[in-house]
């Protein structure tokens, strides 16, 4: 499995902009479906945003359509998510995910076939 490293989480107020970085440790960065998670204290993790992996294809959760917007760099091997308008709502630990050549749809539904980074912290204050 890719190693993944999440980066850019912190503390913010309502409103504000955040933009996380993920950072996958492989040449074949091209060939993976990515995407975001997030994990709210007492909730179950849910998919944000995703990127597929040919065809520059992008899907988001219907609670953070507008506002986020999911991108990656193959080149550098980066997925980033940015995020404005952010509400007390978006607080989570946000993940990012990685599975070859999968649908977002597999990613969503056969989380255990993802890679995983190890989380950033993202707290949104009104």
């Known amino acids: 499995q890719v190693p993944l490293v999440e980066s850019g989480g912190g503390l913010v107020q309502e409103g504000d902009s955040l933009r996380l970085s993920c950072a996958a440790s492989t040449l074949g960065f091209g060939s993976y479906a990515m995407a975001w998670f997030r994990q709210a204290p007492g909730k179950e993790r849910e998919f944000v945003a995703g990127a597929s992996w040919k065809g520059g294809a992008t899907y988001y959760a219907d609670s953070v359509k507008g506002r986020f917007t999911i991108s990656r760099d193959d080149a550098m091997a980066r997925l980033y998510l940015q995020m404005d308008s952010l509400k007390p709502e978006d607080t989570a630990v946000y993940f990012c995910?990685?599975?070859?050549?999968?649908?977002?749809?597999?990613?969503?539904?056969?989380?255990?076939?993802?890679?995983w980074g190890q989380g950033t912290q993202v707290t949104v204050s009104s």
């Open positions: 995910a990685a599975q070859f050549r999968a649908t977002i749809r597999s990613m969503v539904r056969e989380p255990d076939s993802n890679a």
